[in-house]
C-alpha cells in the first residue's frame, strides 16, 4: 500500500519559516515527479511547487516563488518544502504529491496523495 505521510505543519506568525517534509512508503518514486500542494478554506486544491524525478527541474506557482524551496532525497524516497518569510495568505492545508504531471491547459496533477497537515501563519 502506498502512502505518503507529511510533517512539519504548525502555528508561525508572518514572515516566519517553517519546513514540511513528506516520505513516502510502498513503492519508490524515484524515477517520479513529486511535489506539494495546498488547499485553503473555502477554495480548491492549487499547485505549489514540483521537482522532477532527478532533481533537476524544479517549478513553483508564481504566488511562493522566490520564497519556497523544494528538494528530494531519491534514496530516502522524501520531499521537503522549506517555506521562507510566510504570508497570512499561505495558511492552508499543505498536500504532499507523487507522480506529478504537467496537463497542458489545466496545471499539475498528481497520482498520489498524502493526507495533508495544517499550516497556519498568523499576522
Known amino acids: 500500500q502506498v502512502q505518503l505521510v507529511e510533517s512539519g505543519g504548525g502555528l508561525v506568525q508572518a514572515g516566519d519559516s517553517l519546513r514540511l517534509s513528506c516520505a513516502a512508503s510502498?513503492?519508490?518514486?524515484?524515477?517520479?515527479?513529486m511535489g506539494w500542494f495546498r488547499q485553503a478554506p473555502g477554495k480548491e486544491r492549487e499547485f505549489v511547487a514540483t521537482?522532477?524525478?532527478?532533481?533537476?527541474?524544479?517549478y513553483y506557482a508564481d504566488s511562493v516563488k522566490g520564497r519556497f524551496i523544494i528538494f528530494r532525497d531519491r534514496a530516502k524516497n522524501t520531499v521537503d518544502l522549506h517555506m521562507n518569510s510566510l504570508k497570512p495568505e499561505d495558511t492552508a492545508v499543505y498536500y504532499c504529491?507523487?507522480?506529478?504531471?504537467?496537463?497542458?491547459?489545466?496545471?499539475?496533477?498528481?497520482?498520489?496523495w498524502g493526507q495533508g497537515t495544517q499550516v497556519t501563519v498568523s499576522s
Open positions: 504529491a507523487a507522480e506529478t504531471t504537467y496537463a497542458s491547459g489545466t496545471s499539475w496533477r498528481a497520482n498520489y
Open positions: 510502498g513503492r519508490t518514486f524515484s524515477n517520479d515527479g
Open positions: 521537482i522532477s524525478w532527478s532533481g533537476s527541474s524544479t
